[in-house]
């Protein structure tokens, strides 16, 4: 019979604002991991910590036990592999975009990715929207895939970090998701484990973030910076505006196919602006160039000459994209699919577009889960027709709704897509950055 470990003790230092020792901290993990520890001694912890904070000593700690808690990725050949992590969004397809631009300048990236779940998308599931495609590669692919064509990605498999894994379940129903130390050494310990070593991080601030505030934002890119810097990883990121989607597609297969519009055209939008402001970032890190105007012209080459659009292909290939797959996502745009007209009943400007509850609704037609065992409709979106300081006129289109369940008519959809725009009387445009701070 395995014998419980006794967190009490634990419980009973840091209950008092205490600090634990990197020994108790390494005995709780393998405990969590080992199943020798009851749920709801873990759980009282946990809510003693986000009660009572944890030092930086304390953080690098947990995060250092977490990343050892399963395997940790190593990839021969590459003095630099970088890799980039946002803290979730509404339409955030950056990373299908951003990783092959970085593989095309000669920046080799290394991705573990993970799947929609609430209201904010997966890459995961972005990419195995294209038939045939699955992400689920293990290390020997993901090197394969940086000597073939400089970028990975992959399905974090339960191996990586798997304490972070049962954590985080019990945060999520002990409303302990919040804490910052626990937010920084989960992120960081996947991301050790990825084998990177340097990280361009995405901290999303605004209403349809998790960090809804500056000050939280801030917060948690200061933890992230610290604990990387005390772990021995180059972090850097920037802070972002979410509140509106990035972009206009909002959906599995819609954002992959918006991606490939953007590895076309480059337009000038801030989903593309973002895109850039990470891509300076990452390529200073790596060594390339600390010249910000030197680093978007390296990209915009890429684009222009077609070779990061040439890279997202062959990642899709490499990932059991067939030939009519790849020829369908080549000669599908998002106004041929299949979709349906959701209309404004007022005239005015678009104040707002209230990116979270835009989020709950697709998860509620399809393009999300509630649970990790639901099924996806890979169609399933929208597309946005109007943005924040666009003039709309009753009778036009504000959305186009895509997939099974959204091209039936529902005058419920039709009212919370509706709600989900803020139509006043017009106004001097509020232009606001999407880049809201640097560290």
């Not at 690098?60 to 050892?68: E, F, G, Q, R």
């Not at 000669?106 to 993970?114: D, K, Q, R, W």
């Not at 130390?181 to 310990?189: D, E, G, Q, R, W």
């Not at 810097?229 to 509106?244: A, C, F, K, L």
């Amino acid at each position: 019979m395995t014998q419980m470990v006794n967190l009490v003790p634990l419980i009973e230092k840091k209950k008092v604002g205490r600090s634990l020792t990197d020994a108790e901290i390494q005995a709780w993990i393998d405990a969590v991991v080992a199943e020798t520890v009851p749920d709801y001694q873990t759980a009282a912890l946990l809510m003693a910590i986000r009660l009572n904070g944890m030092d930086f000593d304390e953080t690098l700690a947990l995060t250092n036990a977490m990343a050892d808690s399963g395997d940790r990725l190593s990839f021969q050949g590459y003095p630099v592999l970088a890799d980039k992590h946002s803290t979730g969004g509404i339409g955030d397809k950056v990373t299908l975009i951003l990783a092959p631009i970085m593989a095309a300048v000669g920046l080799p990236v290394t991705m573990l990715s993970g799947r929609g779940l609430g209201f904010s998308g997966g890459t995961i599931d972005k990419f195995e929207s294209l038939e045939g495609v699955s992400c689920n590669q293990g290390p020997g692919a993901m090197q394969a895939m940086l000597d073939r064509f400089g970028w990975a990605n992959a399905q974090a498999t339960e191996r990586i970090a798997p304490a972070d894994r049962i954590l985080y379940a019990l945060r999520d129903v002990t409303g302990t998701v919040d804490s910052i130390p626990l937010i920084t050494a989960s992120i960081l310990s996947k991301k050790l484990a990825g084998g990177a070593g340097c990280l361009c991080m995405d901290v999303k601030c605004g209403t349809a973030a998790f960090m809804q505030d500056m000050e939280s934002a801030r917060e948690l890119a200061g933890n992230l910076k610290t604990i990387g810097d005390m772990g021995g990883m180059n972090v850097r990121g920037v802070i972002t505006r979410m509140e509106e989607p990035l972009g206009h597609a909002v959906g599995n297969y819609l954002e992959l196919l918006e991606a490939r519009d953007y590895l076309k055209t480059c337009p000038d939008r801030p989903l593309m602006e973002l895109v850039f402001a990470l891509g300076e970032v990452m390529l200073a890190q790596g060594g390339l160039t600390n010249d910000p105007g030197d680093a978007r012209a390296r990209m915009r080459k890429t684009i222009d000459d077609g070779s990061a659009m040439d890279r997202l292909e062959r990642y899709l290939v490499f990932c059991g994209a067939q030939p009519q797959a790849m020829s369908r996502l080549q000669a599908d745009s998002l106004d041929k699919l299949p979709r349906r007209a959701v209309t404004a009943e007022r005239s005015g400007m678009v104040h707002a577009v209230k990116g979270r509850d835009i989020g709950y609704l697709m998860v509620d037609l399809g393009a999300g889960r509630k649970v990790r065992s639901d099924a996806i409709d890979p169609l399933a979106g929208l597309v946005l027709a109007r943005h924040v300081n666009d003039r709309v006129e009753r009778g036009q289109v504000i959305a186009w709704l895509y997939g099974e369940k959204g091209l039936r008519e529902d005058p419920e959809v039709d009212r919370r897509i509706r709600a989900c725009f803020e139509i006043g009387e017009a106004r001097d445009a509020l232009r606001q950055p999407v880049v809201l701070h640097a560290f």
